[in-house]
Nanobody, 122 residues
């Protein structure tokens, strides 16, 4: 079993900052990549930012220059620092980890956190 526990969501005024954390634990052999997705009401889920074990990073265009993803490989934890927040950033943010649970298989599996609400008021 693998668990992803998120923290750090909440309410903030436009222009403010929040920091999300997601810690993975359980039967983990290795983590290939971790990332943050978000889903706003009435919209499809989108990838916000992702980081691989090697440090490669991707951001959705709408958050470039405002959000920073980082990772502590020793702690199996990923962070999302969100600055200059806008009302359109309001969504449920979910953590994802793509990982191997065993050294006997190269199969990668996706695990998800429970989601944390981020609300940005204008």
């Amino acid at each position: 079993q693998v668990q992803l526990v998120e923290s750090g969501g909440g309410w903030v005024q436009a222009g403010g900052s929040l920091r999300l954390s997601c810690a993975a634990s359980g039967s983990i052999f290795s983590i290939n990549a971790m990332g943050w997705y978000r889903q706003a009401p009435g919209k499809q889920r989108e990838l916000v930012a992702a980081i691989t074990s090697g440090g490669s990073i991707n951001y959705v265009d709408s958050v470039k220059g405002r959000f920073t993803i980082s990772r502590d490989n020793a702690k199996n934890t990923v962070y999302l620092q969100m600055n200059s927040l806008k009302p359109e950033d309001t969504a449920v943010y979910s953590c994802n980890a793509r990982l191997r649970t065993s050294g006997w298989s190269t199969r990668l599996q996706d695990y998800w956190g429970q989601g944390t609400q981020v609300t940005v008021s204008s």
